[in-house]
């Protein structure tokens, strides 16, 4: 079967899986930027108001932005406490080292590239990181929840993912993720085949399975070239 496209997950497939503290990660954001007096309940409302929409994601397969995070928890973000937040999320989005060269490899043998992420940060913001790592150039459509009513794995988060990249067909499209709910479930249920990066923080799924497995990125060019 003709591979025409491999659109990819982002956290955790195109950046390597670790686990995050959000609770510390949410303080060392705001401590800058905040009344000492007034630090651990700002923490407290705006994990909260991350949790719940991040909940009502999974229910619903509604997407968020992070402005309704700050929202939801009645903070004024300043400037100041914006930067700070995507400053201290650098080192946590830094692309897996196989990641350039898989693209390339990719493009080489002229499969199309797209990115589909859950994401509550703008565009502007994943473009900055991808440039930063030399992956901006490698893809050809992305598609980011936050800028959609869906959130994966709702199977017209997949259609919109495969239209950026310019394909029609899904059946000639493989995802790419490390979640067997959200991206190989989903996948499947929108007719693209599937690949999944494990990781044991991740929940299983008993309904995913996915088409192949593999344990790094660098190994999906074999996968591709048996298809």
């Known amino acids: 079967m003709t591979v025409a496209a491999v659109i990819f997950d982002w956290g955790g497939t195109l950046t390597p899986w670790h686990t995050i503290d959000h609770d510390q990660l949410w303080r060392a954001i705001c401590a800058p930027h905040c009344d000492q007096a007034q630090l651990a309940d700002t923490v407290a409302v705006l994990r909260s108001a991350e949790n719940d929409l991040w909940q009502i994601s999974e229910r619903e397969q509604r997407s968020a932005t992070l402005e309704e995070v700050f929202a939801r928890a009645g903070v004024e973000p ?4 914006l930067d700070g937040y995507f400053r201290a999320w650098e080192e946590h989005t830094i692309a897996d080292p196989d990641a350039v060269e ?3 490899e990719l493009r080489r043998r002229g499969i199309r590239i797209g990115v589909l992420s859950n994401t509550m940060w703008p565009r502007a913001r994943h473009e900055r990181i991808f440039s930063r ?13 936050s800028e959609i009513p869906w959130t994966k794995p709702h199977p017209e988060a ?11 067909r899904p ?3 493989v995802y790419v993720g490390d979640r067997p709910f959200d991206d ?3 996948a499947h249920e929108a007719g693209l085949r599937t690949v999944l990066i494990p990781h044991s923080d991740v929940p299983a799924f008993a309904d995913a399975a996915p088409d192949a497995v593999i ?3 660098a190994d999906l060019i074999a996968v591709i ?3």
């Open 78 to 81: 300043s400037q100041a406490l």
């Open 171 to 173: 059946q000639d499209c």
């Open 158 to 168: 997949f259609r919109a993912a495969m239209a950026a990249v310019g394909v029609t």
């Open 225 to 227: 070239d048996r298809w």
């Open 133 to 145: 790592d030399g992956l901006l150039d490698l893809i050809d459509g992305a598609v980011y929840s």
């Open 102 to 104: 898989v693209l390339r």
């Open 184 to 186: 190989v479930h989903g």
């Open 215 to 217: 344990e790094r990125l």
